[in-house]
């Protein structure tokens, strides 16, 4: 089979290994001593996933998209690359700023824009030329000042090439089109079909860990954010690519095979 997307999800082709990269938090430096490493790892038919969170929290935000845009374009001209053997996750600093751009339909705004900022849209909003009083001020003023103020941000996001075109390419969930391997930012509430996860991709369920396999049939859960920080863990049936990159910790990725089983780490 080959690989499919749509608006929530993309499907991986199976058969290969596939490298799953982890929180990045804005931490570009890492990221691109992880490239050079993947790089003298990557095997031909490899795929890669990357597991969301790549905005906040760290201070280069704007050279960590850069990073993740030029990568791209050099894995694709690799041969025998798809376009979809290069896949992004949405996690919960995408979701916050994705909700940002709706913020002047919100109760109250200015409430909504304090506790995205104190999770590491802060940083996101610097990376595009405002600060978090600023933010405040515009915020403060009303729906119409709101909106207006959003699409200014928006409209610096776009002075970056490919910043707004990878953003927008981000998906909920990927999976491998055999069934096999589900990808997720920072987890899954069992108790709900793989269409019906709402918030849980990107927040987490306190139900994770105690998950019975299989879930939807799969083989093995693969999450790339911990929101308890409990650090890198391959072997479970839920599996975290997670070293705290952004809160003093590593970069990781990890490479599985066809069933899940982890053949290689990188840790930066």
């Known amino acids: 089979m080959g690989c499919a997307t749509n608006a929530r999800f993309v499907t991986v082709r199976s058969g290969g290994r596939v490298w799953a990269v982890g929180a990045i938090h804005g931490q570009a430096e890492r990221l691109v001593a992880l490239h050079a490493a993947l790089e003298e790892r990557f095997r031909s038919g ?3 996933v ?20 030029a990568f791209r374009s050099a894995l694709l001209a690799v041969p025998h690359m798809n376009v979809c053997d290069v896949a992004y996750l949405r996690g919960s600093q995408e ?14 705004p200015a409430s909504v824009l304090d506790w995205m900022l104190d999770r590491g849209v802060r940083q996101t909003l610097e990376a595009y030329g405002w600060d978090a009083a600023e933010a405040q001020g515009r915020v403060s003023k009303g729906s119409q000042e709101i909106a207006r103020w959003t699409n200014e941000v928006r409209s610096g996001m776009q002075r970056h090439p490919g910043h707004q075109e990878l953003l927008g390419s981000v998906r909920q969930a990927a999976f491998t089109d055999d069934g096999a391997l589900l990808f997720v930012n920072a987890g899954v509430d069992p108790s709900r079909p793989i269409d019906a996860q709402r918030d849980a991709f990107w927040w987490g369920s306190d139900r994770l860990s105690a998950l019975d396999p ?3 049939g799969f083989r093995k859960i693969i999450r790339g954010f911990d929101p308890a920080q409990g650090g890198v863990s391959l072997d479970g049936y839920v599996a975290t690519v997670d070293g705290g990159a952004g809160f ?9 095979d066809a069933e899940g089983d982890a053949l290689d780490r990188v840790d930066v």
Request: glycine fraction near 10%; aromatic fraction near 12%.
């Open 95 to 108: 979701e916050m700023w994705q909700k940002l751009f709706s913020l002047h339909l919100s109760v109250e």
């Open 248 to 256: 003093g910790g590593t970069l990781t990725a990890a490479c599985f």
């Open 214 to 216: 299989p879930y939807a």
């Open 46 to 48: 490899d795929r890669i």
């Open 50 to 69: 990357y597991l969301g969170n790549y905005l906040g929290v760290g201070e280069q935000v704007a050279a960590t998209l850069d990073e993740l845009v």
